[in-house]
């Protein structure tokens, strides 16, 4: 089943609308970029805030496609706009779960003076922990209508349900990232080989100590222009097929779930109750 719904991610690629979630991730990916290296990093990260709050349009643009079946610039448009607070206001209710968590967790931690180093795997484990089981919001808010604290409900219930799917799924979802990261970095590599060798010789002391800025200055403008392009491009095609794939999954997987039939009956005036 996992390969059918991947299957059918591809085929709808075929749909130039369905290209958009990836278009649009990749040119806030290529944006920042950009914006860091000719405006700073401050305005940059402010930049990017402001760009994906614009991403959940193309998301249930998206996920309405595969619900109707049309693939038209227009209906997309139209299932984008009518989708957009459903998949919003889940995200930031998650977000604001993933930081909340985090707090509280690291709150201990700093008492005992080691909240420093364990910070990166406090923001690891806690995001993949609580994503592992909400990923599907989206999908259930505009595939089945689900309202903002329901969505998140029906995403946890529908892994639950479908926990060794989904590890399938999570675990081809991951393959296919890697692969796109990899051949993106491996090009990026080549094309900017001259200027990133010199990284290869630096101590692990220097690598810790070695910023971004030093990093624009090493592969000059040209070398920035050429990195925003890769990174769209790779981008791009990760999200535009990983997305897909997940909203398919969705689909085909809540479509076999089945509601247990409710049971019929009656109490009597003594409390004892009686199936029909």
């Known amino acids: 089943m996992v390969t059918v719904s ?42 990017l805030i402001i760009l994906l709050v614009l991403l959940p349009f193309f998301m249930s643009g998206l996920l309405g496609m595969v619900r109707t079946g049309e693939t038209g610039i227009h209906s997309f448009a139209s299932e984008g706009v009518s989708g ?32 420093g180093q364990a910070l990166v795997f406090m923001v690891l484990s806690c995001g993949l922990s609580i994503l592992f089981f909400t990923i599907f919001y989206d999908a259930a808010a505009v595939l089945e209508g689900k309202t903002v604290f329901e969505s998140i409900r029906r995403s946890v219930k529908f892994v639950i349900r479908n ?10 979802s ?30 692990p002391e220097e690598m810790q100590s070695f910023t971004l800025e030093q990093f624009n200055t090493l592969i000059g403008q040209d070398g920035i222009l050429v990195t925003a392009l890769f990174f769209f491009a790779g ?19 809540a479509g076999k ?7 019929r009956g009656e109490y009597d005036s003594k409390g004892r109750w009686y199936k029909y």
């Not at 796109?180 to 900017?192: E, G, K, R």
Request: a positive charge; glycine letters at 6%.
């Open 6 to 47: 991947l299957r059918s991610a591809a085929s709808l690629l075929r749909s130039p609308a369905a290209w958009l979630p990836g278009l649009a991730l990749g040119g806030i990916a290529a944006s920042f970029i950009l914006t860091q290296y000719f405006l700073g990093l401050f305005i940059a990260q402010r930049l």
């Open 84 to 115: 957009y607070f459903r998949v919003l206001l889940p995200s930031l209710i998650i977000l604001f779960a993933i930081v909340i968590t985090i707090f509280l967790l690291m709150i201990p931690l700093l008492a005992l003076g080691i909240g």
């Open 163 to 172: 926990t060794h799917s989904c590890v399938i799924f999570y675990l081809t």
């Open 174 to 203: 991951l393959v296919l990232g890697i692969a796109v990261a990899f051949v993106t970095l491996l090009f990026w590599t080549a094309s900017l080989y001259d200027r990133l060798v010199s990284i290869s010789g630096l101590t």
């Open 235 to 253: 981008t791009a095609l990760a999200f535009s097929l990983l997305y897909a794939f997940k909203a398919f999954f969705y689909r085909d997987y």
């Open 257 to 263: 779930e089945q509601e247990s039939p409710a049971i």
